[in-house]
């Protein structure tokens, strides 16, 4: 008599058993003959399962501020009995966490890739999303078709550091980039091989539909500095998540007016933010603003 481990049992010779779920089994086979039971023999089998395929999401996968908790979701199929999360950025890991779907606060910004491994005793399965959840909005930057103000927030590599750089891939129709020039109160062309420096904003045409997403490499740390004249002057502040006028412009003290910010979409300039009045209103990373000073001042950033 065979008895199978999962309260079925059988007294055909060599039987066939089909189990329902993996697991060890303690499996009994009875063997008697006409003086009786003999010894029973016992063995464990281990029922394997199939291998799991891995499957995740995330929310949110972007956010502006930081630091911000991202819930992510296990959508594996399969029996588990392993999770293994990895979060890199920069290609390396900076977080990992052993739970089904675990919470996880990302306290610096930038743009990150996520795997999931799933194990069971018959096999792994790893799913990866590649730059998957960007916090900080200066960690990267959108050009639209038209006409496109922008700065960056931080240095940028040598791989960046010129304005033919920065916008690589982008359609200009021929049209040169361009800073404000605060003497000649316009928009000026400069080459391409112009320095990309923080602080200072640079206009770019797109001629072609649709948007491109810049994501540059930036070198971290460092005190920056920008002289401002009165009148108009083009500008970008230090920062990887928006921060109030009244923070990002506090080293002009008092000696600017207002700042306009362009919106790519709309190809018309925004209602400006006037000191004094509005300027706790959000100042973004990554925008190309005009300032009117009242009298020169010194625009610090970095850190």
């Known amino acids: 008599?065979?008895?199978?481990?999962?309260?079925?049992?059988?007294?055909?010779?060599?039987?066939?058993?089909?189990?329902?779920?993996?697991?060890?089994?303690?499996?009994?086979?009875?063997?008697?003959?006409?003086?009786?039971?003999?010894?029973?023999?016992?063995?464990?089998?281990?029922?394997?399962?199939?291998?799991?395929?891995?499957?995740?999401?995330?929310?949110?996968?972007?956010?502006?501020f930081y630091p911000v908790q991202v819930?992510?979701?296990?959508?594996?199929?399969?029996?588990?009995?392993?999770?293994?999360?990895?979060?890199?950025r920069e290609g390396k890991t900076v977080a990992t966490s052993s739970e089904q779907s675990p919470t996880i606060t990302f306290t610096v910004p930038g743009i990150y890739t996520v795997t999931l491994t799933v194990k069971n005793n018959g096999g792994s399965d790893s799913a990866t999303k590649d730059n998957y959840i960007t916090i900080g909005t200066g960690s990267q930057f959108t050009v639209e078709q038209g006409w496109?103000?922008?700065?960056?927030?931080?240095?940028?590599?040598?791989?960046?550091?010129?304005?033919?750089?920065?916008?690589?891939?982008?359609?200009?129709?021929?049209?040169?980039?361009?800073?404000?020039?605060?003497?000649?109160?316009?928009?000026?062309?400069?080459?391409?091989?112009?320095?990309?420096?923080?602080?200072?904003a640079l206009r770019v045409w797109k001629e072609d539909p649709g948007s491109i997403v810049i994501t540059p490499d930036y070198v971290k740390g460092g005190i920056f500095t920008r002289d401002l004249k009165t009148g108009w002057n083009g500008i970008g502040i230090m920062a990887m998540q928006p921060v109030p006028a009244n923070v990002a412009l506090a080293s002009l003290g008092e000696a600017w007016n207002k700042t306009l910010m362009f919106n790519p979409l709309t190809q018309r300039w925004e209602y400006p933010i006037i000191r004094g009045v509005d300027d706790d209103k959000l100042m973004y990373p990554t925008v190309g603003y005009l300032i009117e000073m009242n009298s020169d001042g010194i625009l610090i950033g970095g850190e």
């Open 1 to 64: 008599m065979w008895s199978f481990g999962d309260g079925l049992a059988s007294s055909l010779q060599s039987p066939v058993h089909t189990y329902e779920k993996p697991g060890t089994y303690q499996v009994i086979l009875n063997v008697g003959d006409n003086r009786g039971v003999g010894v029973p023999k016992i063995a464990d089998y281990v029922v394997m399962n199939d291998p799991p395929v891995a499957a995740f999401k995330a929310d949110p996968i972007s956010s502006e």
């Open 71 to 88: 819930e992510f979701t296990d959508l594996s199929t399969g029996a588990i009995d392993e999770w293994n999360w990895q979060i890199k």
């Open 148 to 200: 496109n103000h922008v700065s960056v927030p931080m240095a940028v590599t040598e791989d960046y550091n010129t304005v033919s750089k920065l916008f690589d891939g982008i359609q200009t129709g021929g049209v040169p980039y361009a800073v404000f020039n605060n003497a000649a109160n316009e928009w000026v062309d400069v080459p391409n091989d112009y320095q990309v420096k923080p602080l200072e």
